[in-house]
């Protein structure tokens, strides 16, 4: 089964700090991504990768910075941490080539609050 | 204007009926891929079932399957036989074009299952 993990689980951070949230996916997928989910809302995109090297901006890229070093880890970095940041976090993998198996698996989400 | 758009927020249904949660979309592509996740309780999010849109016939696994009247934009998720496990939030999202690996989210609808 296609694993994804992401560390840490909780993260309470300072107001202007900086924050890394890491994902590290087992599924050689070249696809990942990072959404935000806020009450009320669904999963809105921060940034996703279609391979190592590449990062593109998705919906609400403002405050955040992605890096893709390799094929398994996507990191979301805020260079500058606000409490409007706090929020759940979920990194997903998907290899949208593979078209008759298409889809997304989910990490368990970083509970992030900003003080 | 969101690409993805639940209107029901929530939804209560007795175990064992049948519930239909509603989905509309919004893309300029003719080809385009349209899904479902659930996520539960623990916060959990998985994937159930998909609908290409060049495939007139109607996906289904299990107890879910979707209504897809590509001409009102729309693709209805029906869960048939409800269980108290079913009890989640569910998403619908849209990729379109062969491409664009852009995944969008609608903002989720909540089931709630009673005995």
């Known amino acids: 089964e296609a694993a994804v993990t992401q560390s840490p689980r909780n993260k309470v951070a300072v107001t202007g700090g900086k924050v890394t949230l890491s994902c590290n996916q087992t599924n050689n997928h070249n696809n990942m991504y990072w959404y935000r989910q806020d009450t009320g809302h669904g999963l809105r995109l921060i940034h996703y990768s279609y391979g190592a090297g590449s990062t593109e901006k998705g919906d609400i890229p403002d405050g955040y910075k992605a890096s893709r070093p390799s094929q398994e880890n996507f990191s979301l970095i805020l260079e500058l941490a606000t409490p409007s940041q706090t929020s759940v976090y979920f990194c997903?993998?998907?290899?949208?080539?593979?078209?008759?198996?298409?889809?997304?698996?989910f990490g368990h989400g970083t509970k992030l609050s900003v003080l | 204007a969101q690409k993805v758009t639940q209107t029901q927020t929530s939804i209560s249904v007795v175990e064992k009926t049948t519930v239909t949660m509603d989905c509309v979309y919004e893309?300029?592509?003719?080809?385009?891929?349209l899904f479902w996740y659930k996520q539960t309780a623990s916060g959990e999010i998985v994937f159930l079932i998909r609908?290409?849109?060049?495939?007139?016939e109607n996906a289904t696994v299990g107890h879910y399957s979707l209504n897809f009247q590509k001409p009102k934009s729309s693709i209805g998720l029906i869960i048939t036989a409800t269980q108290i496990e079913d009890s989640a939030v569910y998403f619908c999202?849209?990729?379109?074009?062969?491409?664009?690996?852009?995944?969008?989210f609608g903002d989720g609808t909540q089931l709630v299952v009673k005995p």
């Open positions: 893309t300029r592509d003719s080809s385009y891929f």
């Open positions: 999202a849209m990729r379109e074009g062969w491409s664009n690996n852009r995944i969008f």
């Open positions: 609908q290409d849109s060049y495939k007139k």
């Open positions: 997903a993998s998907g290899d949208e080539g593979q078209i008759s198996n298409e889809r997304l698996f």
